[in-house]
């Protein structure tokens, strides 16, 4: 198949993209505007494969999403192009807006011409998949999981933006009828990470002795899913998920951030030996004031995921962060 991934030079898009190269015969088309997070090196691995192609293109710019379209001839898109740090989208908000509202609804409207354009065979196979958050149901409680049912209630302009999104996604399904399929996945994490997010940052600052930044009490909850299981996911749902549908990925791996934090300054020390220098990375936390509009706890209920498409996470949170500090320590340039 042809295959187009927006936002390929990102941390979750170049995994997938690895991924796809790697463990199929398809031909990849990475479309990416190379923003601040967006870095082709992450796929040094494998862009001089001759089924990996690269083209540097705004999904806002309409005319160029078309003509790419009608000279790759996708089979399916993995739309994961958007602007994701919750604080960039509180002090920039428009800019959110513009990437994940009016950029999704760019690449809805070129896709459904393409799609109705086509022969029966290509309508047939064709998929739109769409991949969002677990932010867009904002803040639960001590004991709920989110569900594909879950109400939306986002509380930043990242999450509203990814929230207003999924709707355009799902109604050009229901008044177009272009197979379409929604994703919303828990906080990823893995290599190459842009070091804005908790993880990368934590152990990048924990590596050079830096302070280490908590927001409020630092007991806010997340459900980690290690980004290799993330992209296995996406490719399982592609290929055997029901169009139409919306499906929660989760890696079962609820933590609190001071905890996610205190095991990532386990694992430094452990492997830089700190400990035996009379101090210990934990030293480094402190507590800073609140985000605004911070939610308290996600968690996803990924049942449907496992019940119809027999899929689940591999990896423990444990070895999967002690594999993310490995490869961030081997990695520092």
């Not at 293109?57 to 309409?62: A, G, S, T």
């Not at 009828?177 to 990823?188: A, F, K, Q, Y």
Request: hydrophobic content about 35%; aromatic content about 10%; charged content about 25%.
């Amino acid at each position: 198949m042809n295959v187009i991934v927006t936002g390929g030079a990102g941390f979750i898009g170049s995994a997938l993209i690895r991924y796809l190269i790697d463990k199929t015969t398809h031909k990849i088309l990475n479309i990416d505007k190379l923003t601040y997070a967006g870095d082709l090196d992450s796929l040094k691995s494998i862009s001089s494969n001759k089924r990996y192609y690269f083209k540097r293109i705004d999904i806002v710019d309409r005319d160029k999403i078309k003509e790419i379209f009608s000279s790759f001839q996708p089979d399916i898109i993995f739309h994961l192009a958007a602007e994701s740090h919750v604080d960039r989208s509180i002090s920039g908000p428009l800019e959110f807006i513009n990437t994940n509202i009016v950029g999704t609804g760019i690449l809805l409207d070129v896709a459904y011409e393409y799609w109705s354009n086509s022969n029966d065979l290509k309508r047939s196979s064709f998929r739109f998949q769409h991949i969002s958050t677990d932010e867009v149901f904002g803040s639960l409680g001590e004991k709920d999981f989110f569900t594909e049912e879950s109400p939306y209630d986002p509380s930043s302009p990242y999450s509203a933006s990814k929230a207003a999104s999924d709707h355009l996604v799902r109604a050009w399904n229901r008044t177009y009828g272009l197979p379409v399929i929604i994703t919303n996945c828990s906080n990823n994490y893995g290599p190459y990470q842009f070091p804005e997010k908790l993880i990368p940052l934590m152990i990048i600052n924990a590596i050079k002795g830096n302070s280490l930044p908590i927001y409020g009490d630092g007991l806010q909850v997340r459900d980690w899913l290690h980004v290799e299981d993330h992209v296995d996911a996406l490719y399982k749902i592609a290929t055997c998920g029901k169009t139409g549908e919306t499906y929660n990925i989760g890696g079962n791996n609820e933590k609190t951030n001071l905890e996610v934090v205190e095991l990532i300054c386990d694992l430094v020390d452990r492997n830089l030996d700190f400990p035996s220098k009379g101090k210990s990375s934990r030293e480094l936390i402190s507590f800073v004031a609140d985000r605004l509009g911070h939610d308290v706890r996600y968690a996803i209920d990924a049942s449907k995921l496992k019940s119809q498409l027999n899929w689940e996470p591999s990896k423990t949170f444990e070895d999967g962060l002690a594999q993310t500090v490995n490869w961030y320590l081997e990695n520092l340039e």
